[in-house]
T-cell receptor, first 115, second 113 residues
Framework: AQKITQTQPGMFVQEKEAVTLDCTYD???????LFWYKQPSSGEMIFLIY??????QNATEGRYSLNFQKARKSANLVISASQLGDSAMYFC????????????FGQGTELSVKP | EAGVAQSPRYKIIEKRQSVAFWCNPI?????LYWYQQILGQGPKLLIQ????????DSQLPKDRFSAERLKGVDSTLKIQPAKLEDSAVYLC???????????FGQGTRLTVV
């Protein structure tokens, strides 16, 4: 069975500072992918970043980076230089390739950026 | 490239009525997902299609929910009869294959009264 755990229901960060959102996962698949999505109050789900289980380097996309620690089964999202527009819900998700690509989500972390 | 299209955006129905949601995935995307997102929670996978075949529907309440994907393109999700606890946002997502990111539509917000 696959499971995603996000233990931080809410986080606050000062504008221009960096913030780390935690995500741990559990899977029996040998090959899998990890994703982060942003969901603003408007409701759309916006893809941010992807990490494959066999990728040796941590993924980066602009101000987003993924701190992937395979042995610990963690895939934390780091947002650098936070902006007011970063205030939103953030979801960690996992897709196990051995199980036909089932994509499951964690419970989410609500990030609030303070001016 | 057009995104995932969903309709309607909003729907209000009375309990025990039926409702249907429609999703048009991104052209060429073989994988299609339907999720239910209750307020304050993460999206819960209801059903996953690969082309027009069902890959996973283990969390679909089959006594009242049904879904189909005609010709491996558009998909409809139906609820009959609706219950109060079905009030949620229903999200459709598609991906080119199981190795790539999934793109989401704007969702349908269902309110059952």
């Amino acid at each position: 069975a696959q499971k995603i755990t996000q233990t931080q229901p809410g986080m606050f960060v000062q504008e221009k500072e960096a913030v780390t959102l935690d995500c741990t996962y559990d899977t029996s698949d040998q090959s899998y992918g990890l994703f982060w999505y942003k969901q603003p109050s408007s409701g759309e789900m916006i893809f941010l970043i992807y990490q494959g289980s066999y990728d040796e380097q941590n993924a980066t996309e602009g101000r987003y980076s993924l701190n992937f620690q395979k042995a610990r089964k963690s895939a934390n999202l780091v947002i650098s230089a936070s902006q007011l527009g970063d205030s939103a819900m953030y979801f960690c998700a996992m897709r196990g390739k051995d199980q036909g690509g089932k994509l499951i989500f964690g419970q989410g972390t609500e990030l609030s950026v303070k001016p | 490239e057009a995104g995932v299209a969903q309709s309607p955006r909003y729907k209000i129905i009375e309990k025990r009525q039926s409702v249907a949601f429609w999703c048009n995935p991104i052209s060429g995307h073989a994988t299609l997902y339907w999720y239910q997102q209750i307020l304050g929670q993460g999206p819960k996978l209801l059903i996953q299609f690969q082309n027009n075949g069902v890959v996973d529907d283990s969390q679909l309440p089959k006594d009242r929910f049904s879904a189909e994907r005609l010709k491996g393109v558009d998909s409809t999700l139906k609820i009959q009869p609706a219950k109060l606890e079905d009030s949620a946002v229903y999200l459709c997502a598609s991906s080119r294959d199981v190795d790539t990111e999934a793109f989401f539509g704007q969702g349908t917000r269902l309110t059952v009264v």
